[in-house]
Every structure is written in C-alpha cells, then in structure tokens.
C-alpha cells in the first residue's frame, strides 16, 4: 500500500505475467480505507458509551454487595437502586437508537403511505410540553392538510428528536417555534426553532455524526445519547427531504425539515 503525492491510498500488486515480466496492477482503495477508519470509529464509540453507564452499574452493585443486608438502611438501598436503573435505562436508550439507525441504513428510501404530519407534530407538542418545565414552547402554524408520503413511525421520530433537542438545548425561560407550512417553491416545512444555547459554526457539520456532542456532559444529563441527529438525518434522505441546521452560539438554532413536492400528498388524493 502506497500513498501517492495526492495523498490517495494505492494499493500496489506484482502479478508474473510471461517469462520474467510482471504486470503492476494499481487500485485506489482510498474511499475503502476511509470506510473502513469510519467503520472502527464507529466500534470505538459504541464500545465507549456502553462501557461508561456499565462500570457506573458493575460498581454500584459490588458496593451493594458489599454491605451486609441489615447495615444498608432501605433509603439508602433505594438510592443505589435508583442510580443502577438510570444507568440500565440508558445503556437501553442507546441500544434502541443503534438499532434504529441500523434499521434505517438497511433500505435507501420509504415509499410508505399518507401521512397525517399536523396529527405528530402535535403529539410531540405534547410530549415536548410536559418534558419542558421552564420553556415556552409556541406554534407558529400548523398546516392540517400537508400530508407526507412516508413511514409515520419514522416521521415521528424525526419531529420528536428536533423537539426534544430544542427543549434540551434551551434554557429556562427561552422560546421554543414549531411550525409545518407550504412554501412559496412548494416545499413542505417542519422548522423547530430555538431561543437556546446555539451551535458554534466549525461544529454546525459534524451534528448529525453518530455520537457527536458539543457538550458531551450536558447532552448525557440531558438523557441524550448522542444518536437523534444521525437518526433524524437518515429519515431525512430515506424521505428526499432535507436537513438543515442554522445556528449561532449564544443565540439559538434553527432546525429544517424540507420536504420536496414529489413527497406531498394533495388534499383530494387522502
Ligand atoms: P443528543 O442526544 O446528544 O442530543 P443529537 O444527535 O440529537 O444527540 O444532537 C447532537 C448534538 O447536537 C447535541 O449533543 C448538541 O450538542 C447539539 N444540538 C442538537 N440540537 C441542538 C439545539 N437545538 N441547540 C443546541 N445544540 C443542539
């Protein structure tokens, strides 16, 4: 394997080719090699974030183990309990998400049926308004009659993860914007804006790697596990929509979900 002055991994083969003649067979294998570093990346990464709620687990119950049942008092045993289902729960919510985005990656693109946006978005409303303590999340304009040709559960899962992100993304007393409108080029809109922490440019592209988190500290407190983006980006392109991410630190973002016109189901078609 060599590196050419384009630095492009070539790989090199000797193949005998008559009497004392070789044939030099060159490919760029560049493209499998970055596959391949990404592949590994991805091994570590997961490996990492299981390992981290695992040792907090392993640890607590050796402890509990270690304490004689009539010395623990039962508020304490409840503590540690507590501490060792929250950990469990979110080794299960990163699981879940892994999974999810392996389902995603299987198939390239959903032809699936009608769907009712304006009836999701308002259940993640709802969710996103009971996660929300100190926010005030507003809708801007809720299109009823906008229907996606698509998969509901994972237009759902989209809506809810942008949601969701803002509302943990967004201090107190900040604003949260939902709307789902026609535009004049004849997309269809989901937009999620934020009155919240914001995204510094060089960070805005890596958002929707797997795993990527500005604040990792912050994000996993929040209960996140770093997979809504990715998830959110592949449900995306499985619809022909688009993703886009517009931010400022400090100030707040603004999330996109672009649908184009071949994706829109017309009234009298439903
Ligand atoms: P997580 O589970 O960490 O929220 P995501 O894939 O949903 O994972 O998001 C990746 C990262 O993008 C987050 O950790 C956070 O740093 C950043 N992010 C996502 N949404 C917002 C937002 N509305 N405002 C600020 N940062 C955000």
């Known amino acids: 394997l060599v590196r050419n002055d384009q630095n492009r991994a070539i790989l090199v083969q000797l193949t005998p080719y008559g009497i004392g003649q070789y044939l030099i067979v060159t490919r760029d294998v560049t493209q499998l090699e970055k596959l391949e570093t990404t592949r590994k990346d991805f091994v570590a990464n997961v490996s990492h974030e299981l390992r981290t709620p695992l040792t907090v687990l392993v640890g607590f119950l050796e402890t509990l183990q270690s304490i004689p049942a009539e010395h623990i008092e039962p508020e304490q045993r409840e503590h540690y309990l507590n501490l060792m289902i929250d950990q469990a729960q979110r080794m299960q919510a990163i699981v879940a998400d892994l999974l999810t985005l392996s389902t995603l990656e299987s198939s390239p693109s959903v032809s699936g049926e009608p ?8 259940t993640a409303l709802n969710q996103a308004r009971i996660l929300s303590k100190d926010q005030h999340v507003f809708v801007e304009n809720i299109a009823d009659d906008l229907y996606i040709q698509g998969n509901a559960s994972e237009l759902a899962s989209a809506v809810s993860n942008l949601l969701t992100n803002a509302v943990r993304y967004t201090p107190k007393d900040g604003t949260i914007t939902v709307s789902w409108y026609l535009t ?50 592949h449900v995306a392109m499985r619809h022909n929509a688009e993703l886009t991410i517009n931010s400022r630190l400090g100030a ?3 999330f996109t979900l672009a649908f184009p016109p071949s994706r829109l189901v017309v009234p009298s078609s439903q």
Request: charge should be positive; aromatic fraction near 4%; glycine fraction near 14%.
């Open 252 to 254: 707040g973002s603004l």
């Open 184 to 233: 004049e080029s004849g997309r269809a809109h989901y937009s999620v804006q934020d009155t919240g922490i914001g995204v510094a440019a060089q960070d805005i592209p890596r958002l929707t790697e797997r795993f990527y988190r500005v604040d990792r500290g912050r994000s996993r407190a929040t209960g996140g596990t770093g997979l809504g983006l990715a998830i959110t980006k």
């Open 115 to 122: 769907v009712n946006m304006a009836e999701i978005i308002h």
